[in-house]
C-alpha cells in the first residue's frame, strides 16, 4: 500500500526567506507525486506533479519539488517565501493500479514579516 | 467553467439527523472522489467513484453513503449524524485513475451537536 509522510507539521518562514518542505512516500512500483497547496478557507490547489523524467519539477507560483528515488523523497522548494504562501501544503501519491490518491498530514507553514 | 462545485458550504446538525452533501463537475471528468479532512490527519477517503455506475469504499467509509446520479454528480449522504463526522468535507474529480490530478471543490464545514 502506499503511503506519505510529512515530517513537519508547522514551519515558520521570515518573508523573503528560503523554505523547503519534507515528504516522504512508501509504494513499490514508480509512484505519481503531487503537492497541493490549500489556503485559509479554500479546497486545494494543485502546485506541481512527478511522474518521470526530469527529476527537478516546476510549478506554480515559484514553487519546485525534487525527486530522489534513493531518499524516497519529494520535497518542496521555494526560494524566496511571500506572505500569500501562508497555508497548508499537502503532499501525495498515486499510481495507475489504484484510482486513489494517499496524502500526507500536511504542513503549515506561517509566513512573518 | 465552475470546476467542481459543492453545497452547502455550512452545516449544523444534531446527533442523529440526516443529511446530503452535494458535488458537481463540468469538466466531464470520470472519476470522483469524497474526502474528509481532520486536523493533523489530512485527507482521508471516505467514497469513489472510479467511473458513471461505479462506487467504491475508501479509508473511512462507516456511517456514510454516496450515490454517482450522472456524470457529472457525486452526493454523500450521512444516515444517522454523529459528532464524530464533524469535519470539513472535500469532493474532487479526475480524468481517470491516481496518476491523474485531483480537482478539488471549495468544501463543506460539517458541525454535529
Known amino acids: 500500500a502506499q503511503s506519505v509522510t510529512q515530517p513537519d507539521i508547522h514551519i515558520t518562514v521570515s518573508e523573503g526567506a528560503s523554505l523547503e518542505l519534507r515528504c516522504n512516500y512508501s509504494?513499490?512500483?514508480?509512484?505519481?507525486l503531487f503537492w497541493y497547496v490549500q489556503s485559509p478557507g479554500q479546497g486545494l490547489q494543485l502546485l506541481l506533479k512527478?511522474?518521470?523524467?526530469?527529476?527537478l519539477v516546476q510549478g506554480i507560483k515559484g514553487f519546485e519539488a525534487e525527486f530522489k528515488r534513493s531518499q524516497s523523497s519529494f520535497n518542496l522548494r521555494k526560494p524566496s517565501v511571500h506572505w500569500s504562501d501562508a497555508a497548508e501544503y499537502f503532499c501525495?501519491?498515486?499510481?495507475?493500479?489504484?484510482?486513489?490518491?494517499?496524502f500526507g498530514a500536511g504542513t503549515t507553514v506561517t509566513v512573518r514579516a | 467553467n465552475a470546476g467542481v462545485t459543492q453545497t452547502p458550504k455550512f452545516q449544523v446538525l444534531k446527533t442523529g439527523q440526516s443529511m446530503t452533501l452535494q458535488c458537481a463537475q463540468d469538466?466531464?471528468?470520470?472519476?470522483m472522489y469524497w474526502y474528509r479532512q481532520d486536523p493533523g490527519m489530512g485527507l482521508r477517503l471516505i467514497y469513489y467513484?472510479?467511473?458513471?455506475?461505479?462506487?467504491d469504499k475508501g479509508e473511512v467509509p462507516n456511517g456514510y453513503n454516496v450515490s454517482r446520479l450522472n456524470k457529472r454528480e457525486f452526493s454523500l449522504r450521512l444516515e444517522s449524524a454523529a459528532p464524530s463526522q464533524t469535519s470539513v468535507y472535500f469532493c474532487?474529480?479526475?480524468?481517470?485513475?491516481?496518476?491523474?490530478?485531483?480537482?478539488f471543490g471549495p468544501g463543506t464545514r460539517l458541525t454535529v451537536l
Open positions: 474532487a474529480s479526475s480524468e481517470g485513475s491516481g496518476t491523474d490530478t485531483q480537482y
Open positions: 509504494y513499490g512500483a514508480t509512484p505519481y
Open positions: 512527478y511522474f518521470s523524467g526530469d527529476t
Open positions: 501525495a501519491v498515486g499510481s495507475y493500479e489504484d484510482y486513489k490518491l494517499s
Open positions: 469538466m466531464n471528468h470520470n472519476s
Open positions: 467513484s472510479a467511473s458513471e455506475g461505479t462506487t
